[in-house]
């Protein structure tokens, strides 16, 4: 009974060590891949994140138009009185103050654009951190 004891004792370590080895080897493989692919992974999260923040900032600008122009018809439509407001700054000013948002959401991804453009590593750092937190 010893002797079997021992003998699957013997088929266990052998078995664990050959997984161990095709565990190390499945490693160092995923390792390689990890260095060869680093470089494009790279280049691939600074690509969508300019095209991301581009197609958002061309989106907002859009709207800021779209809405700042639409608010201005509107109002300038409304305030018929010259004596009131001979010269449209009223719809203007109102016009400005309803296109606040997509005006601040532009200026957001322009900001991102910029920081990809002129300091993509500490674009890349600040992506990196949000995976982290």
């Known amino acids: 009974m010893t002797q079997e004891v ?8 052998s078995v664990t060590q050959e997984a161990l080895s095709k565990a190390l080897e499945y490693i160092e493989r995923t390792e390689s891949f990890v260095v060869e692919q680093a470089p494009l992974l790279v ?23 779209g809405i700042g122009y639409g608010i201005y018809k509107w109002i300038r439509a409304w305030v018929k009185s010259d004596v009131f407001d001979k010269d449209g700054y009223i719809p203007i000013m109102i016009g400005l103050f309803g296109v606040g948002i997509p005006l601040a959401f532009l200026c957001e991804n322009m900001f991102v654009l910029a920081k ?9 750092l600040s992506e990196l951190s949000t995976f982290i937190k």
């Open 6 to 13: 021992t003998e699957a004792v013997v088929g266990v370590a």
């Open 43 to 65: 280049q691939e999260v600074l690509n969508y994140g300019f095209v991301f923040h581009l197609f958002w900032t061309l989106f907002s600008l859009f709207f800021v138009v």
């Open 116 to 124: 990809i453009v002129v300091a993509p590593r500490l674009y890349l």
